[in-house]
């Protein structure tokens, strides 16, 4: 298993480690604005992602955002890794049966 982040960053993010293989979707500082150039980098690497890998959240909104959605889109789901004062908390989101089929 995999747990993606978005961007490699002074956290300390060693206890993750207990959910799978670190896998960062990016590193440094990153334009909000170019979301072009974060989708493309992004699809890239979860060209290898299972539907059991985790995300985890981390530095910008838009960049959770389109992680979250292109492995939504992947995936149909997507196991979020979320940080608390006590360690990391495990929560999927199922999207399989949330969008009603239209005719």
């Not at 059991?52 to 292109?70: E, H, Q």
């Amino acid at each position: 298993m995999k747990v993606y982040i978005t961007n490699r960053s002074s956290h300390n993010y060693s206890d993750a480690k207990r959910y799978g293989e670190l896998v960062f979707l990016s590193e440094g500082a990153i334009n909000k604005y170019n979301t072009a150039q974060m989708v493309r980098q992004f699809e890239e690497v979860f060209k290898s992602s299972l539907p059991d890998d985790y995300f985890l959240p981390t530095s910008l909104n838009i960049m959770n955002c389109i992680a979250s959605a292109l492995l939504a889109i992947r995936h149909g789901k997507v196991n979020f890794l979320l940080y608390s004062s006590k360690g990391y908390v495990v929560r999927q989101v199922d999207f399989t049966n949330s969008i009603e089929e239209k005719e």
